[in-house]
Nanobody
């Protein structure tokens, strides 16, 4: 059983920053790609960012490019999403995801077989 544990959500003001963390618990689980998705009330889940675990190559949605940065600590098996210049439209539940298989469709939620429980981010105007 693989468990992804997220932390770091909360309340921020417009223009503020938050950092989300996602720790993969199982020793036998080898992350190939980790992703962050978000879902706002009444909206579909959308891709935010992804990282190739070994190379560190990252991908970011256009809506967060230049404001959010995904990174990882290889030794700690933990991924991070640094969020800056937050906007009210960033308000959502943020979900960490991971896959142990290579995927070229890193933006698709169906590419990930493991998911965290979600952490809420609220940005006040």
């Amino acid at each position: 059983q693989v468990e992804l544990v997220e932390s770091g959500g909360g309340l921020a003001q417009t223009g503020g920053s938050l950092r989300l963390s996602c720790s993969a618990s199982a020793r036998t689980f080898s992350v190939v790609t980790m992703g962050w998705f978000r879902q706002a009330p009444g909206k579909e889940r959308e891709f935010v960012a992804a990282i190739r675990w070994r190379s560190g190559d990252t991908y970011h949605a256009d809506s967060v490019k230049g404001r959010f940065t995904m990174s990882r600590d290889y030794a700690k098996n933990t991924g991070y999403l640094q969020m800056t210049s937050l906007r009210p439209e960033d308000t959502a539940d943020y979900y960490c995801s991971a896959t142990s298989k290579y995927t070229s469709r890193w933006w698709a939620s169906t590419s990930y077989e493991f998911w965290g429980q979600g952490t809420q981010v609220t940005v006040s105007s």
